[in-house]
């Protein structure tokens, strides 16, 4: 049984008094429970848009996405944010916390919306969560006051509070140095490796990419399972083949490196 799995997904957009653009195509993905998997992709390469829908928060204009082997888009919009809230947390690169509230309101946030035992104990669950994250002496801490890497920790404390069973992350060391970078993805790792959770990391750092178990790379909207992502990019004439339909803006000219190894 999967945990997520995409087949022939393609999403289209429409953008005002433009012709239609194909941000994916022909995505296929499957996610097995406890698995870990990178996916790295340049800048407007579609990674953002991918994310979006292994998050369940957009549906594909065409193919299937299913959680748990049942279509999404059967799910009424409703059951498809209860789904997401308990099963997935998300870890972005702007940490997104709310200002004037504390480290513990931050990560207590989620929990707002559990019932019974765990509404009435989310304090509690909360602090042991920043405990593990740590940061058990900051409960009290505004973000303004803590260190980036400080306040991406709050983040993910905040986005694993509720057990979820994917942990999404999308360039979650964007923002952070190298060291603070590293320190957060072992962190990541080690309360998936505790919950059994799996992770699908997306980066433009083949570094942290090389930490999943499985590398996929992203190229205009074209997802292909490489080997290691720490190796050189796809060729041009690679691309031409794979891409048959002009697939987003982004015709920035390929580094010379990459034609280099054609
Ligand atoms: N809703 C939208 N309308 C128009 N263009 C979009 C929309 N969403 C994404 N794009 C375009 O699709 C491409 C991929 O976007 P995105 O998924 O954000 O890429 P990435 O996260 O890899 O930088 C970009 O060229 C972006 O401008
Ligand atoms: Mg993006």
């Known amino acids: 049984m999967s945990l997520l799995a995409l087949r022939e997904v393609t999403r289209t957009v429409i953008p005002q008094d433009q012709p239609a653009l194909t941000i994916l ?13 990178s996916i790295v992709g340049r800048s407007g390469s579609g990674k953002s848009t991918l994310l979006n829908l292994l998050g369940l928060l957009d549906l594909p204009t065409s193919g299937e ?3 748990d082997d049942r279509p999404v ?28 509230r504390t480290a513990l309101e931050n990560v207590t946030m989620p929990l707002l919306y559990a ?10 669950i909360a602090a042991e969560m920043l405990e593990l994250v740590g940061l058990g002496h900051r ?17 993910i404390a905040r986005s694993l509070v509720r057990g979820p069973r994917l942990i999404l992350a999308d360039e979650p060391t964007g923002a952070l140095d190298l060291d603070t970078g590293q320190s957060v993805m072992e962190l990541i790792d080690d309360v998936a490796a505790r919950t059994g959770a799996a992770q699908v990391v997306i980066t433009h750092d083949p570094m942290i990419a090389r ?52």
């Open 25 to 37: 195509s022909g995505v296929e993905l499957t996610i097995e429970p406890g698995d870990h998997v």
């Open 65 to 67: 996405i299913t959680f």
């Open 73 to 100: 888009k059967t799910l009424s919009s409703a059951r498809r944010d209860r789904l997401r809230g308990a099963a997935i947390g998300f870890v972005f690169q702007q940490f997104n916390l709310l200002p004037g």
């Open 115 to 124: 019932t019974g035992r765990t509404f009435w104990r989310r304090k509690k």
């Open 139 to 155: 409960l009290n801490s505004m973000p303004d006051r803590l260190s980036g890497g400080e306040q991406q920790r709050v983040a």
């Open 211 to 262: 930490r999943a178990r499985r590398h996929f790379r992203l190229d205009r909207g074209v997802l292909t399972p490489v080997d290691d992502p720490t190796l050189e990019p796809l060729t041009r004439r690679h691309r031409r083949e794979t891409v048959p339909v002009a697939v987003a803006d982004d015709d920035a000219p390929i580094d010379a490196r990459a034609d280099g190894h054609a």
